[in-house]
């Protein structure tokens, strides 16, 4: 039998050890429950023995490698014998054609967790991917790119994992994390000063971070005016004029905001944003958007 790896070592490459053994190891199992419930039967069908194979991964396009860790993590459960030899790094810029990664194990077990593997890296490879392309863009920027809770339920870790490989930042993971007083929150309380009022009067902890989003000029100035404890405003879907002149009436009231812009944007007009000098860029696009990769596994 191959000697499997250690089961740390598996865990490693985890950006910031962002994510716990605990956490890959549940979404790996609920998702090979879904896709093998009773089993392989095709496999099952025409392979009575599972002898030792050799198979490759490859990209076939250019890509930000994502998901090395949770695709040989998935080949951990569905194999006996198993070694994966990876020819990239994650986070690595890979061409076209190129060979990711080399893999040797059973037969049955390479076909069981095939799928899986896959499509973790192709979903997680395009986000990097798509990160990577905007966050060279911003390079020239103290602008920074972060990522939004526009994320498919139960892959919001593994998402925002994929956002800090391809070189962005993450926002808030949870309604837990930090308050952000979005268009709905002020309407249902009846206007921005009411907003205003309320936090006022709130004593919050010092860790908690809040934010505001305002929809034109005449909320932000009443946001300036305010004594509330804001920290960050955000401008949702302001032209580059508009934050253009929400930023010279946050210089003139001489407020220490922290801005960030969001809604509408596109890679064609992030420079535009950056080049104002906003402190962030926020974009629910990056995951909700972003076209998984085409990756393949081939049996050799």
């Not at 249902?188 to 860790?207: Q, R, T």
Request: proline share 3%.
């Amino acid at each position: 039998m191959i000697k499997i790896k250690s089961y740390e070592k598996f865990f490693q490459r985890s950006k910031e050890k962002m994510l716990k053994n605990w956490q890959i190891d549940e979404l790996i199992k609920k998702a090979l429950e879904e896709d093998l419930p009773f089993g392989d039967i095709t496999s099952d069908t025409l392979f009575e023995d599972s002898p030792l194979i050799n198979a490759e991964i490859v990209a076939k396009e250019d890509l930000v490698l994502c998901g090395t860790t949770f695709a040989e993590r998935v080949f951990f459960f569905t194999c006996n014998r198993f070694e994966c030899n990876w020819k990239a790094k994650e986070g690595d810029e890979v061409s076209g054609s190129s060979v990711i990664a080399e893999l040797k194990g059973d037969l049955k077990g390479i076909l069981a967790g095939e799928r899986l593997a896959l499509n973790l890296l192709q979903h997680l490879s395009g986000i990097a991917t798509r990160v990577r392309s905007a966050v060279k863009k911003l390079k020239s920027y103290q602008t920074v790119l972060l990522d939004t809770r526009k994320t498919l339920p139960g892959l919001r870790l593994f998402e925002k994992y994929a956002v800090k490989v391809g070189g962005g930042q993450n926002h808030r993971f949870s309604l837990s994390d930090g308050i952000l007083i979005k268009d709905n929150h002020i309407k249902a309380a009846g206007g921005i000063e009411k907003v205003l009022k309320k936090l006022e009067k709130k004593s919050l902890p010092h860790y908690v971070k809040v934010e505001i989003e305002v929809e034109n000029l005449d909320e932000l100035r009443k946001v300036l005016e305010s004594s509330s404890p804001i920290d960050v405003v955000l401008l949702d879907n302001f032209s580059p004029k508009e934050v253009e002149l929400a930023l010279k009436l946050i210089k003139e009231k001489n407020k220490p905001l922290k801005v960030e812009v969001s809604g509408g944007i596109t890679p064609e007009n992030l420079e535009t944003y950056a080049r104002l000098g906003v402190d962030y860029i926020s974009s629910g696009a990056i995951t909700h958007s972003a076209k998984a990769v085409d990756i393949s596994l081939r049996i050799k």
